[in-house]
Protein backbone atom coordinates (compact mmCIF):
# COMPACT_ATOMS: atom_id res chain seq x y z
CA UNK A 1 0.00 0.00 0.00
CA UNK A 2 2.92 1.97 0.71
CA UNK A 3 4.76 1.20 -2.61
CA UNK A 4 1.34 2.09 -4.59
CA UNK A 5 1.06 5.77 -2.43
CA UNK A 6 4.53 6.28 -3.09
CA UNK A 7 4.31 5.33 -7.46
CA UNK A 8 1.00 7.71 -7.05
CA UNK A 9 2.69 10.91 -5.36
CA UNK A 10 5.83 10.27 -7.35
CA UNK A 11 3.16 10.18 -10.60
CA UNK A 12 1.56 13.26 -9.57
CA UNK A 13 4.38 15.11 -8.59
CA UNK A 14 6.07 14.56 -12.17
CA UNK A 15 2.78 15.48 -13.62
CA UNK A 16 3.08 18.56 -12.05
CA UNK A 17 6.54 19.44 -12.75
CA UNK A 18 6.05 18.62 -16.46
CA UNK A 19 2.60 20.83 -16.48
CA UNK A 20 4.80 24.02 -14.90
CA UNK A 21 7.47 23.46 -17.50
CA UNK A 22 5.30 22.93 -20.68
CA UNK A 23 3.64 26.08 -19.48
CA UNK A 24 6.81 27.90 -18.66
CA UNK A 25 8.49 27.59 -22.24
CA UNK A 26 4.97 28.64 -23.98
CA UNK A 27 4.93 31.60 -21.63
CA UNK A 28 8.24 32.62 -22.72
CA UNK A 29 7.28 32.84 -26.27
CA UNK A 30 4.38 34.85 -25.81
CA UNK A 31 6.46 37.31 -23.29
CA UNK A 32 8.96 37.30 -26.17
CA UNK A 33 5.76 38.36 -28.64
CA UNK A 34 4.75 40.95 -26.20
CA UNK A 35 8.38 42.46 -25.67
CA UNK A 36 8.99 42.72 -29.21
CA UNK A 37 5.76 44.28 -29.52
CA UNK A 38 6.20 46.55 -27.28
CA UNK A 39 9.99 47.72 -28.14
CA UNK A 40 8.93 47.75 -31.90
CA UNK A 41 6.31 50.72 -30.53
CA UNK A 42 9.11 52.61 -29.34
CA UNK A 43 11.73 52.17 -31.80
CA UNK A 44 8.99 53.43 -34.64
CA UNK A 45 8.47 56.68 -32.11
CA UNK A 46 11.89 57.22 -31.85
CA UNK A 47 12.31 56.96 -35.79
CA UNK A 48 9.14 59.07 -36.31
CA UNK A 49 10.85 61.89 -33.62
CA UNK A 50 13.57 61.84 -35.85
CA UNK A 51 11.68 63.15 -38.71
CA UNK A 52 12.85 66.98 -39.32
CA UNK A 53 10.80 69.87 -40.55
CA UNK A 54 12.76 72.92 -41.79
CA UNK A 55 11.79 76.08 -41.03
CA UNK A 56 13.50 78.77 -43.01
CA UNK A 57 13.18 82.38 -42.47
CA UNK A 58 12.99 85.34 -44.31
CA UNK A 59 16.41 87.02 -45.76
CA UNK A 60 16.61 89.63 -43.45
CA UNK A 61 14.79 88.08 -40.43
CA UNK A 62 17.21 89.31 -36.79
CA UNK A 63 18.20 86.38 -35.16
CA UNK A 64 16.77 87.93 -31.77
CA UNK A 65 13.21 87.10 -33.79
CA UNK A 66 14.00 83.52 -35.09
CA UNK A 67 15.50 82.64 -31.14
CA UNK A 68 12.32 84.60 -30.18
CA UNK A 69 10.29 82.04 -32.42
CA UNK A 70 11.79 79.02 -31.24
CA UNK A 71 10.77 79.52 -27.95
CA UNK A 72 7.71 79.72 -28.90
CA UNK A 73 7.22 76.80 -31.07
CA UNK A 74 9.19 74.81 -28.20
CA UNK A 75 5.72 75.32 -25.98
CA UNK A 76 3.14 73.58 -28.99
CA UNK A 77 2.54 69.93 -28.33
CA UNK A 78 3.76 68.60 -31.68
CA UNK A 79 7.16 69.54 -31.41
CA UNK A 80 9.76 67.73 -29.41
CA UNK A 81 12.96 69.89 -30.08
CA UNK A 82 14.21 72.52 -31.96
CA UNK A 83 17.95 73.30 -33.40
CA UNK A 84 18.76 77.07 -34.20
CA UNK A 85 20.87 77.11 -37.28
CA UNK A 86 22.42 80.40 -37.94
CA UNK A 87 23.35 81.57 -41.86
CA UNK A 88 27.06 80.93 -40.84
CA UNK A 89 26.53 77.86 -39.71
CA UNK A 90 24.76 76.68 -42.88
CA UNK A 91 27.25 78.19 -44.49
CA UNK A 92 30.32 75.96 -42.51
CA UNK A 93 28.06 72.81 -43.39
CA UNK A 94 28.10 73.63 -46.60
CA UNK A 95 31.65 74.33 -47.28
CA UNK A 96 32.09 71.33 -45.20
CA UNK A 97 29.93 68.80 -47.10
CA UNK A 98 29.75 69.74 -50.77
CA UNK A 99 34.25 71.08 -50.65
CA UNK A 100 32.66 74.33 -52.68
CA UNK A 101 31.99 78.07 -50.71
CA UNK A 102 28.66 79.49 -52.32
CA UNK A 103 30.19 83.44 -51.56
CA UNK A 104 32.75 82.84 -54.06
CA UNK A 105 30.40 82.50 -56.53
CA UNK A 106 27.86 85.02 -55.39
CA UNK A 107 29.40 87.65 -53.44
CA UNK A 108 27.37 86.85 -50.59
CA UNK A 109 26.39 84.12 -47.85
CA UNK A 110 23.12 82.87 -49.30
CA UNK A 111 21.95 80.83 -46.52
CA UNK A 112 19.18 82.48 -44.14
CA UNK A 113 18.70 81.45 -40.60
CA UNK A 114 16.88 78.19 -40.24
CA UNK A 115 15.41 75.95 -37.41
CA UNK A 116 15.37 72.33 -37.39
CA UNK A 117 12.37 71.25 -35.90
CA UNK A 118 11.84 67.92 -34.60
CA UNK A 119 8.03 66.58 -34.44
CA UNK A 120 6.60 64.46 -32.15
CA UNK A 121 5.67 60.84 -32.48
CA UNK A 122 2.24 61.15 -32.78
CA UNK A 123 2.13 64.13 -35.23
CA UNK A 124 4.97 62.23 -37.31
CA UNK A 125 2.39 61.88 -40.17
CA UNK A 126 1.21 63.48 -43.47
CA UNK A 127 -2.11 64.72 -42.57
CA UNK A 128 -0.84 66.57 -39.90
CA UNK A 129 2.18 67.95 -40.74
CA UNK A 130 0.21 69.42 -43.65
CA UNK A 131 -1.75 71.74 -41.02
CA UNK A 132 1.81 72.36 -38.94
CA UNK A 133 2.76 73.55 -42.38
CA UNK A 134 0.46 76.02 -43.09
CA UNK A 135 0.85 77.68 -39.35
CA UNK A 136 4.07 78.04 -39.45
CA UNK A 137 3.98 79.66 -42.75
CA UNK A 138 1.44 82.21 -41.10
CA UNK A 139 4.52 83.35 -39.22
CA UNK A 140 5.71 86.60 -40.60
CA UNK A 141 9.23 85.86 -41.09
CA UNK A 142 9.15 82.28 -42.31
CA UNK A 143 10.09 82.39 -46.08
CA UNK A 144 9.70 78.67 -46.24
CA UNK A 145 9.12 75.27 -44.52
CA UNK A 146 10.20 71.79 -45.83
CA UNK A 147 9.83 68.28 -45.01
CA UNK A 148 10.29 64.81 -46.82
CA UNK A 149 6.87 63.96 -47.61
CA UNK A 150 7.72 60.54 -49.65
CA UNK A 151 9.99 59.55 -46.82
CA UNK A 152 6.93 59.98 -43.94
CA UNK A 153 4.54 57.74 -46.09
CA UNK A 154 6.87 55.61 -46.63
CA UNK A 155 8.34 55.12 -42.88
CA UNK A 156 4.28 55.09 -41.49
CA UNK A 157 3.75 52.30 -44.10
CA UNK A 158 6.20 50.37 -43.15
CA UNK A 159 5.68 50.60 -39.17
CA UNK A 160 1.88 49.61 -39.88
CA UNK A 161 3.09 46.85 -41.92
CA UNK A 162 5.51 45.91 -38.93
CA UNK A 163 2.78 46.38 -36.57
CA UNK A 164 0.47 43.90 -38.29
CA UNK A 165 2.94 41.19 -39.16
CA UNK A 166 3.38 41.42 -34.71
CA UNK A 167 -0.10 41.10 -34.04
CA UNK A 168 -0.43 38.33 -36.47
CA UNK A 169 2.47 36.64 -34.83
CA UNK A 170 1.16 37.28 -31.30
CA UNK A 171 -2.69 35.56 -32.11
CA UNK A 172 -1.09 32.74 -33.44
CA UNK A 173 0.96 32.34 -30.44
CA UNK A 174 -1.75 32.55 -28.07
CA UNK A 175 -3.90 30.78 -30.28
CA UNK A 176 -0.94 27.77 -29.97
CA UNK A 177 0.12 28.53 -26.36
CA UNK A 178 -3.88 28.11 -25.93
CA UNK A 179 -4.24 24.43 -27.24
CA UNK A 180 -0.66 23.38 -25.97
CA UNK A 181 -1.26 24.52 -22.21
CA UNK A 182 -4.96 22.88 -22.93
CA UNK A 183 -3.71 19.75 -23.85
CA UNK A 184 -1.41 19.49 -20.56
CA UNK A 185 -4.07 20.15 -18.38
CA UNK A 186 -6.55 17.26 -20.14
CA UNK A 187 -3.81 15.32 -19.71
CA UNK A 188 -3.61 15.89 -16.26
CA UNK A 189 -7.34 15.95 -15.85
CA UNK A 190 -7.65 12.58 -17.43
CA UNK A 191 -5.56 10.67 -15.10
CA UNK A 192 -7.93 11.40 -12.24
CA UNK A 193 -11.04 10.81 -14.57
CA UNK A 194 -12.26 8.19 -12.28
CA UNK A 195 -11.50 10.08 -9.18
CA UNK A 196 -14.19 12.50 -10.49
CA UNK A 197 -16.34 10.27 -11.60
CA UNK A 198 -16.59 8.53 -7.65
CA UNK A 199 -17.18 11.91 -6.50
CA UNK A 200 -19.95 12.61 -8.57
CA UNK A 201 -21.66 9.32 -7.56
CA UNK A 202 -21.43 10.13 -3.47
CA UNK A 203 -23.19 13.18 -4.58
CA UNK A 204 -19.95 15.84 -4.66
CA UNK A 205 -21.18 19.11 -6.12
CA UNK A 206 -19.11 20.38 -9.38
CA UNK A 207 -17.74 23.11 -7.46
CA UNK A 208 -16.57 21.25 -5.48
CA UNK A 209 -14.81 18.53 -7.13
CA UNK A 210 -13.66 21.21 -9.40
CA UNK A 211 -12.07 23.48 -6.59
CA UNK A 212 -8.78 21.47 -6.17
CA UNK A 213 -7.82 21.21 -9.92
CA UNK A 214 -8.79 25.24 -10.17
CA UNK A 215 -6.10 25.47 -7.19
CA UNK A 216 -3.17 23.57 -8.32
CA UNK A 217 -3.92 25.10 -12.09
CA UNK A 218 -3.84 28.87 -10.30
CA UNK A 219 -0.58 28.05 -8.67
CA UNK A 220 0.75 26.30 -11.99
CA UNK A 221 0.49 29.15 -13.54
CA UNK A 222 1.80 31.46 -11.10
CA UNK A 223 5.01 29.53 -11.01
CA UNK A 224 5.03 28.96 -14.45
CA UNK A 225 4.63 32.81 -15.39
CA UNK A 226 7.77 33.24 -12.26
CA UNK A 227 9.42 30.91 -14.33
CA UNK A 228 9.05 32.64 -17.30
CA UNK A 229 9.59 36.14 -16.51
CA UNK A 230 12.76 35.09 -14.95
CA UNK A 231 14.41 33.48 -17.89
CA UNK A 232 13.08 36.89 -20.08
CA UNK A 233 14.15 38.96 -17.62
CA UNK A 234 17.50 37.40 -17.53
CA UNK A 235 18.15 37.40 -21.43
CA UNK A 236 17.72 41.15 -21.09
CA UNK A 237 20.39 41.75 -18.48
CA UNK A 238 22.43 39.65 -20.60
CA UNK A 239 21.72 41.16 -24.19
CA UNK A 240 22.06 44.86 -21.97
CA UNK A 241 25.50 43.77 -20.62
CA UNK A 242 26.40 43.31 -24.12
CA UNK A 243 25.54 46.80 -25.30
CA UNK A 244 23.47 49.53 -23.01
CA UNK A 245 21.83 50.71 -25.68
CA UNK A 246 19.48 47.90 -25.76
CA UNK A 247 17.77 49.51 -22.97
CA UNK A 248 17.02 52.79 -24.20
CA UNK A 249 14.42 50.62 -26.20
CA UNK A 250 13.52 48.17 -23.18
CA UNK A 251 12.19 50.99 -21.10
CA UNK A 252 11.67 49.94 -17.87
CA UNK A 253 7.97 50.47 -18.52
CA UNK A 254 7.90 47.72 -21.19
CA UNK A 255 9.11 45.19 -19.01
CA UNK A 256 7.31 45.60 -16.02
CA UNK A 257 4.15 45.24 -18.75
CA UNK A 258 5.79 42.23 -20.29
CA UNK A 259 5.79 40.55 -17.24
CA UNK A 260 2.58 41.58 -16.00
CA UNK A 261 1.34 40.28 -19.27
CA UNK A 262 3.00 36.82 -19.07
CA UNK A 263 1.64 36.56 -15.23
CA UNK A 264 -2.21 37.17 -16.32
CA UNK A 265 -2.19 35.03 -19.53
CA UNK A 266 -0.41 32.74 -17.68
CA UNK A 267 -3.42 32.47 -14.93
CA UNK A 268 -6.07 33.12 -17.66
CA UNK A 269 -4.94 30.20 -19.59
CA UNK A 270 -4.21 27.46 -16.76
CA UNK A 271 -7.21 28.26 -15.19
CA UNK A 272 -9.95 28.67 -18.40
CA UNK A 273 -8.37 25.05 -19.72
CA UNK A 274 -8.45 23.34 -16.27
CA UNK A 275 -12.08 24.51 -15.49
CA UNK A 276 -13.49 23.37 -19.09
CA UNK A 277 -11.36 20.04 -19.19
CA UNK A 278 -12.77 19.02 -15.31
CA UNK A 279 -16.18 20.04 -16.63
CA UNK A 280 -16.03 17.98 -19.81
CA UNK A 281 -15.06 15.15 -17.39
CA UNK A 282 -17.87 15.48 -15.16
CA UNK A 283 -20.20 15.43 -18.13
CA UNK A 284 -19.50 12.20 -19.88
CA UNK A 285 -20.81 8.85 -18.34
CA UNK A 286 -18.87 6.44 -16.94
CA UNK A 287 -18.98 4.22 -19.69
CA UNK A 288 -17.17 7.10 -21.53
CA UNK A 289 -14.89 7.08 -19.67
CA UNK A 290 -12.84 3.78 -21.10
Known sequence: MKIYRRKASTAATMQTLTSIISTTMVLILLGLVVLFALTARVLGDSVRENLTVTVVMQDDTPSADAIALQGQLLERPYVADIQYISSEQALKEQIEGMGIDPTEVLGANPFAISLEVQITARYACNDSLEWITRELKEEAIVADVMYERDLVESLNVNLQRISFIMLVVAALLVLISLVLINNTVRLS????????????????????????????????????AILADTVLLS??????????????YVTRTNIAIMCLAVLVIGLCITVACTYLSVTNYLRKRESELY
Open 235 to 248: CIRWAASHDQAVMD
Open 189 to 224: VHSHRFILQTMKLVGARWNFIRRPFMIRSLWTGIVA
